[in-house]
Structures are given as C-alpha cells and as structure tokens.
C-alpha cells in the first residue's frame, strides 16, 4: 500500500495560516485520488478536502470551505493542503490517504496504513 508521511502541523493563533505536507514514500506515488483527513480531541476523524489526479476537481468540507486550499505535485510525489484564518475548532490531527474518487468521504475499504498525522493547534 501506498506510504504517506504527514508534516506542517503547529501550533497558531486564531486567524493564522499554515501549509501541511502530504509525501509518498518508499517508492510509492501518490494515488490518483487523495485527500485529507482530520481528527479532532474525542471526535471521529472526518475528510477535509479532496483532490483528483490532474488537481482539476476539488471538494471541501463545509467547515473548511473559502478558508483552505488542497493541491498536489504530482512531479514531487507531494500534496498540500494551504488552511487560512485557523479557527480553534480546527486544532486536530492532520492525515492525507487514499480516495476512490475526489469527492468521497473515506479511503477504500481495504485501506489501512494511515500515517502518524500532523498536529494542528489553534491557540491565543
């Protein structure tokens, strides 16, 4: 399965930006359809944002929707995830994995190697 390392997570204040990283490793590639996840304290981890193979389909959830921007380089195996005016309800654990389709709300089901996230904390 495909290997994705998760880093950029901080520690911000309310209005605050930041840019997380998604790579593949071990000599995988990022899939064709990815996306990225989230867990916040005492929550189920739910998607943030999803992203198709070229970049020219994007879905968001609604509590990120106008304030965050996914992206891929597929020459770098890399994918982005660009969050503005940081809010403390975002502070969760930061994952990217697998989709089927840009548009889906989990991984396949035959998905299971998330990595070790990226935490994000909003904070005065």
């Known amino acids: 399965q495909v290997q994705l390392i998760e880093s950029g997570g901080g520690v911000v204040q309310p209005g605050g930006s930041l840019r997380l990283s998604c790579a593949a490793s071990?000599?995988?590639?990022?899939?064709?359809?990815v996306g990225w996840f989230r867990r916040a304290p005492g929550k189920e981890r739910e998607v943030v944002a999803g992203?198709?193979?070229?970049?020219?389909?994007?879905r968001y959830a609604d509590v990120v929707q106008g304030r965050s921007t996914i992206s891929r380089d597929n020459a770098k195996n890399t994918l982005y995830l660009e969050m503005n005016d940081l809010r403390p309800e975002d502070t969760a654990v930061y994952y990217c994995a697998p989709l089927l389709y840009y548009d889906r709300s989990q991984p396949p089901s035959n998905f299971n190697s998330w990595g070790p996230g990226t935490q994000v904390t909003v904070s005065s």
């Open positions: 992203i198709s193979w070229l970049g020219g389909s994007k």
């Open positions: 071990g000599g995988t590639s990022l899939p064709a359809a």
